[in-house]
């Protein structure tokens, strides 16, 4: 079992950048494909980006691309979210996921555990 914890989420101005991090508890966090999903108020929790289950590709939706990356440190048990040239409908709760199931990295119901979130808001 893991533990998720979110930071880094704040009130930012459009085109700015905020740095999300997720730390994990537990030794085998390598062994997890990680993935950040996001919530905005009255929509569902959407895929963001994440990484393969091998760990060898990472994947985005199609808004954020070019603007958000996503890496991870074994070493520090973390997994981050760059997020650059904010805009206000990336405004959400952000959560990061971990899954040990393979399929589509994009559907939420394969992630096992999940961070309580942190909110990430842009203004214009």
């Known amino acids: 079992q893991v533990q998720l914890v979110e930071s880094g989420g704040g009130l930012v101005q459009a085109g700015g950048s905020l740095r999300l991090s997720c730390a994990a508890s537990?030794?085998?966090?390598?062994?997890?494909?990680m993935g950040w999903f996001r919530q905005a108020p009255g929509k569902e929790r959407e895929f963001v980006a994440g990484?393969?289950?091998?760990?060898?590709?990472?994947y985005y939706v199609d808004s954020v691309k070019g603007r958000f990356t996503i890496s991870r440190d074994n070493a520090k048990n973390t997994v981050y979210l760059q997020m650059n040239n904010l805009r206000p409908e990336d405004t959400a709760v952000y959560y990061c996921?971990?899954?040990?199931?393979?399929?589509?990295?994009?559907?939420?119901?394969?992630?096992?555990?999940w961070g309580q979130g942190t909110q990430v808001t842009v203004s214009s």
């Open positions: 996921a971990a899954r040990t199931k393979r399929g589509n990295v994009y559907d939420r119901n394969l992630y096992d555990y």
């Open positions: 537990g030794r085998t966090f390598s062994r997890y494909a």
């Open positions: 990484f393969s289950w091998s760990g060898d590709s990472q």
